[in-house]
């Protein structure tokens, strides 16, 4: 299988040039009103007051936590991805941190775009499989968080009022998502026998039941026990080292935080990243940090602060590793492809 014979998986320029234009509109808009939300009535001198007390040792400690749960995240992806060919781990390393990069300062989370272009390329893999376990990961990464966020509210005193509201629809949603994604490869025959049938071009034809096989196959990645059971071990691993990671940047700021307020910190932010926004989560996470955080006795002022320190480190890690990542990928270049 090589990369040459994938199916297309980016559409006429034109047209996605229209659509992301939609987008950054559209999340601009959301970004301001949010912002605006967040911040009116806000007393900045407490806000910079905060920010200058932040302990930089234990930011130092948070920095080491972060980059430690970026190589987690490249070892978990690789264990998807090794279901069809055996991967260096650093090469899927840097691949998955300039992903992470990208979802930070371009729109449309198209760093999901760059990983899978840089995995195929260096591997042989098809695009389309490549793109269907990076999706597959975050599908999974999401059901996880929102059960973990629904078990945190039903434990937690003070619950932050529309995080309650959405928290079971999105569990019966996560659920119905998680079977999808696990039967998928039982319908593949079917799904290729309806392609077939299809009124167009048999090149069409073909490279739609390409499609689906590599579809299939990213998704078929879940099948395997060892793999699903490596998988699960080391989403535990990188969501318990972000919670301890915020902790530990509460603690450095002279706050108190609890290990299940930084998981439910965790979850809203997860929730609200996937709202159309813009580079750096800008408004989002700022909206959420207020909300999910001055329930349990934080004042806005210092859920400002607190979350543009966690925001600022996000950039410098991904920015740091990111960066790495493109350049390793220029000096190795494109490899011959795997048949």
Request: glycine letters at 6%; hydrophobic letters at 55%; aromatic letters at 8%.
């Amino acid at each position: 299988m090589t990369a040459a014979s994938d199916v297309e998986l980016f559409p006429d320029r034109n047209t996605s040039s229209t659509r992301s234009r939609i987008i950054l509109v559209a999340a601009i808009a959301l970004a301001a009103l949010l912002l605006y939300l967040s911040l009116r009535k806000l007393d900045w001198r407490e806000v910079w007051r905060a920010i200058a007390a932040c302990r930089l040792p234990l930011l130092g400690v948070t920095l080491v936590i972060s980059f430690g749960a970026y190589f987690l995240r490249g070892l978990r992806w690789r264990v998807l991805l090794n279901t069809q060919a055996k991967l260096p781990v650093l090469r899927v390393f840097w691949a998955n941190t300039a992903g992470y990069l990208g979802n930070n300062v371009l729109p449309a989370r198209a760093g999901e775009l760059i990983r899978t272009a840089m995995v195929s390329s260096q591997s042989g893999l098809s695009k389309t499989f490549v793109l269907t376990t990076a999706l597959a990961e975050r599908l999974m990464d999401a059901i996880v968080l929102i059960i973990a966020g629904t078990v945190v509210l039903h434990v937690v005193p003070n619950k932050p009022d529309w995080l309650d509201r959405v928290s079971t629809p999105l569990l019966f949603v996560a659920t119905v998502a998680g079977l999808a994604l696990l039967l998928m490869p039982l319908f593949e025959q079917t799904a290729r026998k309806l392609a077939a049938k299809l009124p167009f071009s048999e090149k069409l034809r073909q490279r739609l039941a390409g499609m689906i096989e590599h579809i299939a196959d990213g998704v078929r990645s879940f099948h395997d026990p060892v793999s699903f059971l490596q998988f699960a071990l080391l989403t535990f691993g990188i969501w318990s080292l972000d919670a301890y990671a915020t902790v530990i940047l509460a603690k450095a700021m002279g706050l108190q935080m609890s290990i299940l307020v930084a998981l439910l910190l965790i979850v809203g932010l997860a929730m609200g990243s996937a709202l159309p926004s813009t580079p750096g989560y800008i408004g989002i996470y700022q909206f959420v940090a207020v909300t999910v955080l001055t329930p349990f006795h934080f004042t806005r002022e210092q859920a400002i602060a607190f979350i543009l320190i966690a925001q600022a480190n996000g950039l410098v890690v991904t920015a740091i590793l990111g960066s790495i990542g493109l350049l390793q990928y220029r000096r190795m270049g494109k490899p011959r492809l795997n048949s």
